[in-house]
């Protein structure tokens, strides 16, 4: 019975080698040589390498993009700024907003800061300012000054230059001249203003809806007559404007990983003075998924731009359209891009790396082959006198 049984396991096994799609030759019948041994090291390091490489693929992080509908459109729109304007102080500058619904949003200063700088780009304190002035008298803190013909229920006291212009602009009238208002003088407006010693860096946010409109940042104060968006351009001719400037920051939402704004650290150089600079931007919503499932909401634009010379004398006939600073348009698209970032599987990695060693022995066996048998036909010819 033993004998039945050995002999059946033997025929199993013999059966079962068959199979065997890795035969071996016997230790006594192989050669190893240099460069086999060469080609094995260069081999191992090669499998090394890419098996770093597919071990940094597997952990890092893959995105996927999709394009679908955007259904967030009764969302408001957030835009970040951060514009350094290096030759407009910032009592020349206004910025405002509208959109083709009709809202409007003039001199906005509520999450916008118009930040004043001397030439080294250090913020003016206010004891810098008062420095400027003409006046070294303590005023009474009670005190209510002329607001020059301007006064109204809202504007019963102008104690500062700004209130003088708010009350103007509240008139909808235009102030020919600050020369000749003693809180523009007390404060060194007029000063300012002609020396163009100082820059301004308008930095904050701009929260409008989610249509499309525009916005811009320019000179003269702004308010709305007689159902339109005007600027006081008037006692503006007396002065160069320089609207050279550089935009640190311009972006549509929050930042997310990404993300690439085009108008990022731009710097635009006026050749020429009272220069319209122009941005038309295309938007493109943007859902974007993180690898722990946190949904962030933000845009992608493009930019297109140009510009045109604005006389200011024109303009203020009716002339000439347009006026000078930097106006920003914004379209919507309807279609949103979706990113979700994800891991890769632990199959995919397990068989790129059976893939990496794989092919390079495969091929380090061909390389070896290829060599060892060229060397053998080699040194044959040599032995029958074949090669001289």
Known sequence: MASVSSGTSGSLFGSLRKFDAY????????????GGATITIVSAVIMGILFVAELQFFLGVSIKEKLLMD???????????????WHLPCDYISVDAMDVSGGQQVDVDHDIKKIRQSTD????????????????E????????????????????????????NAYRYKGWGLESIASIEQCKREGVVKIMADQKEQCNVVGTLRVSKVSGNFHISPGKSFEG?????????????????????????????????????????TFVAGELNIMKQYYTQIVPMRYQNINE?????NQYSVTHHHKVIDLEKAARG?????????????????MVEITEHRRSFTHFLTGVCAIVGGVFTVAGIVDSFIYNSYRAFQKKLELGKVS
Do not use: W
């Open 138 to 165: 303590t005023l009474d803190p009670n005190r209510c000054e002329s607001c020059y013909g301007a006064e109204s229920e809202q504007h019963k006291c102008c104690n500062t230059c700004d209130d003088v212009r």
């Open 319 to 335: 002339e000439m359209s347009g006026l000078p600073g930097m106006f920003v348009t914004y379209e919507i698209s309807p279609l």
């Open 226 to 266: 007689h159902n339109s968006h005007v600027h006081d351009l008037k006692f503006m001719h007396k002065f160069p404007l320089n609207l050279t400037h550089t935009i640190h920051r311009m972006s549509y939402g929050q930042f997310v990983p990404t993300q690439v704004n085009p108008l990022d650290n731009h």
């Open 294 to 298: 946190t949904v962030l909401l933000s």
């Open 121 to 136: 780009g250090k913020e003016i304190d206010v004891e810098q300012l008062k420095e400027l002035g003409n006046s070294t």
């Open 23 to 34: 035969p071996k030759t016997m230790e006594d019948f192989r050669i190893k040589t240099c």
């Open 71 to 85: 259904t967030t459109r009764s969302e408001l729109l957030d835009i970040y700024l951060n514009v350094t304007f």
